[in-house]
């Protein structure tokens, strides 16, 4: 009996040793991991790092392809920078109930909207989005003209006051264009070719008298002068409230920005030059790429295997489109090579696009307890249920990283402006911000802001004012409409 007691004993001490052993080695495999971890964290922070030498690098180079793009259509910069149509901006005097559409990709927005004169804010402000069906979608451009002025009509008609006996040589319509994140609403074969049109494009010019033309058929008392980029539009209501303001950027999930130069400033223009001489510009800085941009891994293989390869490096750094799918790229390695939400790789982490810039902002700046915000948009997102508040915080500061650097490019390349301007040194200058990555993420709209403030320092940072659009997403229309009045 002593016999078997002492064996099984040994047998038991001998499992509790193993087993001991085995935890052993499984601790010292998950310092392993960790510390892995850590490392590709670290590296990932000093490959986006962005000191303030090298965001005067960032702007001081989109300086250049500024001047370079305004100088000759013979050029190789990245930056396309269209002169646009509009003919004048709002002074601040306008009156009147007007009119605006947002063309959006697969749907649109109808905006009207009450301007008082002396830069009063807009009042009696309506809004109705509308979506475009696929078969007119898939359509011709004619057709999806027809679909809006229809629907445009329909809008006018249910509002009080509509003002519809006023002559139509006075009733402009203004009409922006938002580039589709849809990319079955930029394909092919589509109705409308999804670009921005300069001043002298024949084919926006065709496009003008084609919603014209179907206004005209369908009765509606309205003319559109011009197609603009949104970001026009969100220039025209920043000037509508300040003299001062000189340019506009989206940030949402694309980017652009508009800014008004001088005609002399613009030698490949040979146009008539505006009574005001002044100009405005669609940078289209999507396009814009520079050798000081800090880019990783993570961006090269995301741009390898986007659509669009070596197209539109900027906005794949800062726009809400491609923010979360680089947090996705880093977790996903982690995951791979550190095992950083267990053995094995959540199934979802390899889906390209599934981590929106909405939930990364949530995760950032979650502040619970435990980062219980992370915890849930791991789960609701990949299927993550296993998280510890430590991997939580990795996957918090990865959203820092990532947002930090696209803010802080998106400072720069607001400072860049103003400098192409020569207005740093010398006068107060109001910058509009309209999207919803700019609204709707406040700590990358802090980034952008202390970025600002650092590269100009204590003395010329109040030179550079920042603003968030007036009046909501589409109402740049509006203004534009305004503004339009006598062309």
Not at 272 to 298: A, C, D, G, Q, Y
Request: hydrophobic share 40%.
């Amino acid at each position: 009996m002593r016999k078997e007691v002492g064996v099984v004993a040994v047998a038991t001490a001998a499992t509790i040793v193993a087993a001991a052993a085995l935890f052993r080695q499984w601790k010292r495999r998950k310092e392993r991991q960790w510390k892995q971890t850590q490392r590709i964290l670290r590296k990932f922070a000093r490959d986006c790092a962005t000191p303030v030498p090298k965001l005067w690098q960032v702007a001081n180079a989109l300086v250049s392809d500024m001047q370079s793009s305004l100088a000759s259509n013979e050029t190789s910069s990245n930056l396309n920078m269209l002169v646009s149509y509009v003919a004048s901006l709002p002074t601040g005097a306008e009156e009147g109930l007007y009119y605006g559409v947002n063309l959006r990709g697969a749907n649109f927005l109808i905006l009207c909207a009450r301007l008082g004169g002396k830069n009063k804010p807009l009042s009696d402000l309506r809004r109705e989005e509308i979506s475009v069906p696929s078969n007119v979608m898939l359509g011709t451009t004619q057709k999806l003209f027809d679909f809006i002025a229809l629907e445009l009509a329909k809008f006018v008609s249910a509002q009080p006051g509509n003002d519809n006996d006023a002559p139509a040589s006075q009733k402009k319509l203004g009409f922006t264009l938002s580039y589709p994140v849809d990319q079955a609403a930029a394909s092919p074969g589509t109705a409308i070719k999804w670009k921005s049109f300069s001043a002298d494009d024949m084919v926006g010019k065709e496009l003008v008298n084609d919603i014209n033309r179907s206004l005209e058929k369908l009765g509606v008392n309205f003319r559109v002068v011009s197609f603009v980029d949104d970001a026009i539009g969100n220039l025209a209501g920043g000037r509508y409230y300040n003299r001062e303001s000189v340019a506009s950027v989206t940030l949402g999930m694309t980017t652009n920005a508009a800014y008004v130069e001088q005609s002399h400033a613009v030698p490949r223009w040979h146009g008539m030059s505006p009574k005001s001489e002044e100009m405005v510009i669609s940078t289209e800085w999507r396009n814009f790429n520079s050798v000081h941009f800090p880019l990783t891994e993570f961006d090269a293989s995301l741009d390898a295997e986007s659509s669009n390869p070596g197209s539109k490096i900027f906005e794949k750094l800062i726009s809400g489109m491609y923010l979360g799918e680089i947090v996705r790229r880093v977790l996903l390695k982690m995951a791979q090579e550190t095992a950083l939400f267990g053995d094995c790789v959540p199934s979802k982490l390899n889906t390209p696009f599934l981590l929106r810039s909405p939930d990364m902002a949530a995760m950032h700046q979650d502040t619970s307890e435990d980062r219980k915000v992370v915890s849930e948009k791991l789960e609701e997102v990949f299927g993550i249920t296993n998280s510890t508040p430590m991997v939580r915080e990795v996957v918090a500061e990865v959203c820092d990283i990532v947002s930090e650097r696209g803010a802080r490019l998106a400072g720069a390349g607001i400072v860049g402006i103003i400098k192409k301007l020569g207005r740093i040194e010398t006068r107060r200058s109001v910058v509009t911000v309209e999207g919803g990555l700019y609204e709707h993420y406040r700590v990358f709209r802090n980034y952008l802001n202390s970025s600002v403030w650092e590269m100009l320092g204590n003395d010329l940072s109040d030179n550079v004012v920042i603003e968030h659009s007036h009046g909501g997403s589409g109402t740049g229309a509006v203004f534009l409409a305004a503004s339009q009045i006598h062309s």
